[in-house]
């Protein structure tokens, strides 16, 4: 499909996949990324994604059917942005059966919540300001903590993905995380849970 980016902070990249303007809404870019695998091994299922960028997740969900998505993206100009001036562009993935958008920090939004789902997916969550430098590593941030990935564990159901995309060498340390997490929830081989999947840069 065609694809516009947008920037914050002066270098956080989201993309936005112009659906909108495929013949026949053609949206098979999502059975062939990294941004579908997480729905296309849990179909028809509740999705919760924090941090939306450009909507590529909200877009993967509804391509696999999802029983209903939640969107939580704390940047309420990014939220605009998809809803509003490009959501011809996008094929309107927002506004949607099913799906509920919400403008608030995800990791509160974990936090407070009352239910589960069958996927938590987070492609990309940060805004890089503390990576202005160009750094590889993972920026600083409360959402990759063990403290946050007990929280993301807690409101998945037994057979749910936490699908997070990162890119260059922060797999590794988020792979670490998880282990951790893991462990602290007495599971005793973490390996059996945690798959690092690789596309390109992410």
């Not at 940047?75 to 993935?93: E, Q, R, S, V």
């Amino acid at each position: 499909p065609a694809l516009k980016v947008f920037t914050q902070d002066a270098g956080a990249a989201s993309t936005l996949f112009g659906l909108g303007t495929l013949p026949g809404g053609d949206v098979r870019v999502f059975d062939d990324s990294v941004y579908g695998v997480a729905s296309l091994l849990r179909p028809r299922s509740d999705i919760l994604i924090i941090g939306l960028g450009g909507g590529p997740d909200v877009q993967a969900a509804l391509r696999h059917g999802a029983r209903s998505i939640t969107g939580v993206e704390i940047n309420g100009t990014a939220a605009h942005i998809a809803a509003g001036p490009f959501a011809k562009f996008l094929g309107d993935p927002y506004h949607q059966p099913g799906v509920t958008i919400v403008v608030q920090d995800g990791r509160s939004y974990v936090a407070a919540a009352k239910r589960q789902w069958d996927v938590l997916q987070m492609s990309g969550t940060d805004t890089l300001t503390v990576q202005s430098s160009g750094a590889s590593v993972l920026a600083e941030s409360y959402l990759y903590t063990v403290e946050a990935f007990l929280d993301y564990l807690h409101v998945l159901r037994p057979d749910g993905i936490l699908s997070i995309l990162r890119f260059g060498v922060e797999p590794f340390r988020l792979g670490a995380i998880a282990t951790r997490a893991l462990l602290r929830l007495g599971v005793a081989d973490p390996s059996d849970y945690v798959v690092v999947l690789g596309q390109g840069r992410m």
